[in-house]
């Protein structure tokens, strides 16, 4: 504490659409700004989900630590509280060897719960869920929905009925805590203390992106996602992997499975991924106190504009500007 103030350590958090090029932002200001980077889109923590999530090879991280990249095998559970408490551990690493956290993903949810924090709900019941997937199979994902309309009417207002994994979530919440999930959010969260977060986002022009996208999903096509996807399927535990039902995944199994032709799976592959980036867009707009650049993050120009609005606010203009804890700059 200085002058009665609360010394508070820096955070960089990079916001953006998918294929707006936020790795190769976090990249330029890890090297640049001494910091290590930390993952927060939900399918890279699983190894194997390497081409279909644009996953930085080992060989292209410049020798960056990348935190909560490949941690988990692929039938692994991982919810936004274990991201949130992973997420921790590895800001504490980062705060003891006196670098520069950098937050980088397209997972909102998982960029919030840290940030802000989670209700303090009971921990998950795969009993409980089990028997609401069966019974969703049995009487539909509606019957379930309507359940949780008597349980919690305020939760099933903002639910889809059809995001039957939040609606099972829900209702477990209030079977197990004896309290609908809207009265445990009311108590409020707990935000992320010792932190000060620089958000910095990323909104290239729209028609530019939509062309990435579909560029990009085609390199996916090209550099073997297919292939990717047929090992994930052949493990014995690929029917505990949430993860398939990602973009491209689900689009390229469905394929596999002789559901759709290839060029189909091809287009809705792209036509999704243009959805899920608007989606984001409107999830990332919400966000507080975000600075905001109208380009790509590989753009040298860009990452030179991020650079001078970084460094303005941590008061350094060179690399190692934050060398230890005693003597990193307040925000």
């Known amino acids: 504490m200085k002058d009665g103030r609360v010394e508070e350590y820096p955070l960089i958090a990079i916001v953006g659409p998918t294929a707006a090029g936020k790795s190769a932002l976090a990249l330029s200001l890890a090297e640049r700004l001494d910091g290590e980077v ?25 020798g960056i630590p990348h935190h909560l990249v490949d941690c988990l095998d692929p039938g692994d ?10 997420a921790l551990k590895a800001l504490r690493e980062i705060l003891e060897r006196a670098k520069l956290p950098i937050l980088v993903g397209g997972t909102g949810l998982y960029l919030r719960a840290l940030l802000l924090g989670l209700f303090e709900g009971p921990p998950r019941s795969e009993h409980l869920r089990a028997r609401l997937r069966r019974l969703a199979d049995r009487r539909g ?55 000060r977060c620089l958000k910095i986002g990323l909104n290239p022009a729209r028609s530019e992106l939509y062309a ?56 809705e592959m792209q036509a999704a991924t243009r959805q899920y980036a608007k989606r984001q867009m409107t999830w990332f707009r919400r966000e507080p106190d975000v600075t ?30 934050i060398d230890s804890p005693e003597t990193r700059p307040l925000f």
């Open 212 to 267: 990435r996208i579909n560029q990009r999903a085609e390199r996916m096509f090209a550099s073997g996602l297919s292939d990717e996807v047929r090992c994930l399927l052949a493990r014995s535990d690929a029917a505990r992997m949430k993860a398939l039902g990602a973009l491209g995944y689900r689009q390229v199994a469905a394929a596999l499975r002789g559901e759709t032709r290839w060029p189909d799976a091809l287009g």
């Open 292 to 321: 905001w650049f109208s380009a790509f993050g590989d753009d040298p120009e860009l990452q030179d504009r991020v650079l001078g609005s970084v460094n303005a606010v941590l008061g350094s203009k060179s690399k190692g500007a």
């Open 141 to 195: 994902r509606e019957f379930v929905h309507r359940l949780l309309d008597r349980l919690d009417p305020a939760s099933a207002g903002r639910i889809d009925p059809q995001d039957l994994q939040k609606v099972i979530r829900a209702v477990e919440v209030c079977l197990l805590a004896r309290q609908s999930i809207s009265a445990l959010h009311a108590r409020g969260r707990e935000p992320l203390q010792g932190f």
């Open 38 to 62: 930390v993952n927060y889109d939900s399918v890279q923590v699983y190894r194997g989900f390497d081409i279909g999530t644009g996953k930085l090879p080992l060989a292209e991280r410049r």
């Open 77 to 86: 559970d991982f919810t936004a509280g274990d991201f949130r408490r992973e």
